[in-house]
T-cell receptor, first 111, second 115 residues
Framework: DQQVKQNSPSLSVQEGRISILNCDYT??????FLWYKKYPAEGPTFLIS?????DKNEDGRFTVFLNKSAKHLSLHIVPSQPGDSAVYFC??????????FGPGTRLSVLP | DAGVTQSPTHLIKTRGQQVTLRCSPI?????VSWYQQVLGQGPQFIFQ???????GRGNFPDRFSARQFPNYSSELNVNALLLGDSALYLC??????????????FGPGTRLLVL
């Protein structure tokens, strides 16, 4: 039973354009969401988070949008850069004990 | 400040052997969590420890065990290794488990290969 879903295994975007990564969740008790970026041979790096009391959080080129009624969040990267090429994971704390992760989306930013 | 550190970085074992993985959290962080990541999947939760006590356990067999030391570092032990235990083992630290809106910070992982 996947509580966090990322239905696009991969995404290719041209440098300078917008990247949109999507995430859906099933557990309505989730009230905090995080995005992590992972390069090969490295651990996941925290990117940005959003609390359920907000519908948008912005940090530089990265913006996360939350639609609670649809149980959907998205990560926007503008403008996309080749260094953004990585696997992106959506995650949510489960009762404050552990994180539930989606399967990840591999983003390729083409120069 | 140093981030989360893990050792060793890589490990090769044979079936039936035992392995111990080590993790040092970010200074000031009292909670350590362990995750297993296999190729093509997101990290799967194994254990969480806070103040040397187990606070959560994922759906892993009893062959997996862990502990946390007074300095908040942690060890993950896996006995009777199976081929399917081959994975990247990630350690994450956070300040505490109280808020429910914590950010966990990950180490680089230990890549375990079981032959």
């Amino acid at each position: 039973d996947q509580q966090v879903k990322q239905n696009s295994p991969s995404l290719s975007v041209q440098e300078g354009r917008i990247s949109i990564l999507n995430c859906d969740y099933t557990n309505s008790m989730f009230d905090y969401f995080l995005w992590y970026k992972k390069y090969p041979a490295e651990g996941p790096t925290f990117l940005i988070s959003i609390s359920s009391i907000k519908d948008k959080n912005e940090d530089g080129r990265f913006t996360v949008f939350l639609n609670k009624s649809a149980k959907h969040l998205s990560l926007h990267i503008v403008p996309s850069q080749p260094g953004d090429s990585a696997v992106y994971f959506c995650a949510a704390p489960n009762y404050g004990q552990n994180f539930v992760f989606g399967p990840g989306t591999r983003l390729s930013v083409l120069p | 400040d140093a981030g989360v550190t893990q050792s060793p970085t890589h490990l090769i074992k044979t079936r039936g052997q035992q392995v111990t993985l080590r993790c040092s959290p970010i200074s000031g962080h009292k909670s350590v969590s362990w995750y297993q990541q296999v190729l093509g999947q997101g990290p799967q939760f194994i254990f969480q420890y806070y103040e040397k006590e187990e606070r959560g356990r994922g759906n892993f067999p009893d062959r997996f065990s862990a502990r946390q030391f007074p300095n908040y570092s942690s060890e993950l032990n896996v006995n009777a290794l199976l081929l399917g235990d081959s994975a990247l083992y990630l350690c994450a630290s956070s300040l505490s488990t109280t808020s429910g809106q914590e950010t966990q910070y990950f180490g680089p992982g230990t890549r375990l290969l079981v032959l």
